[in-house]
């Protein structure tokens, strides 16, 4: 097995979320790549500790996205190759930027929603009204909406934690609209043999269940 499959493999065992594990991926390609596809079990930390420098000093990332890469390429000696790295000098660090946040006042929200159509402005009203991260938002799924209860119930959300939230009433007749194109769309696709979609962690469709005598 590849490595890039190990480490999709470990990834997985430890169900964590497909941008984690796409993630992961991209840094170790990166790493191997900048030191000349040299195999990471023939490196260590001098050669992680370059390729973080030259991500903060040539790429000028920021200060998560290094330490994103550095937890992606200790996930990868840890767990892929069994060789636990000890605590790394990172060599360079990326500066965390000093700025204040930018708060929109309320009229200001919602002129920009008003500007809004079509789905993104569906999307940006569940963001503001339900409070919703974007992930959250464009992955949520029918049976978790709760017209009746003014609920929205989110399952494995950030830290792989269910939690729930309240439905915005402003948004709740645009969502309806939505999910009734959605049926439509969804029966015509039956019609044609489509509407399929990708379950994480399912059975495929060639794998049977024993049965009893």
Not at 16 to 31: K, N, P
Not at 94 to 117: I, S, Y
Not at 137 to 161: P, S
Request: hydrophobic share 40%.
């Amino acid at each position: 097995m590849r490595l890039l499959d190990q480490l999709r493999a470990q990834i997985r065992l430890r169900h964590f979320s497909l941008r984690t594990e796409d993630a992961y991926a991209g840094w170790v390609r990166r790493y191997i790549v900048f030191h000349g596809k040299r195999h990471p079990d023939q490196m260590g930390e001098a050669e992680i500790r370059d390729f973080l420098s030259f991500l903060a000093v040539e790429r000028n990332v920021a200060a998560s996205t290094q330490n994103q890469a550095l937890a992606a390429l200790l996930f990868l000696y840890r767990e892929v190759l069994g060789r636990p790295l000890k605590a790394i000098d990172v060599g360079v660090q990326a500066k965390r930027p000093e700025r204040l946040p930018v708060v929109l006042n309320r009229d200001e929200v919602r002129r920009v929603l008003d500007a809004m159509t079509g789905a993104s402005s569906l999307v940006a009203g569940l963001l503001y009204g339900s409070g919703l991260r974007l992930t959250e938002a464009l992955e949520l799924r029918v049976k978790d909406v709760d017209f009746d209860r003014g609920e929205i119930r989110l399952r494995d959300g950030k830290g792989r934690k269910d939690r729930v939230t309240m439905l915005s009433a402003a948004v709740q007749p645009r969502l309806r609209v939505h999910l009734e194109f959605v049926r439509q769309l969804h029966e015509r696709d039956l019609k044609k043999g489509a509407g399929r979609v990708v379950l994480p962690d399912a059975l495929p469709e060639n794998i049977r269940m024993p049965t009893g005598n």
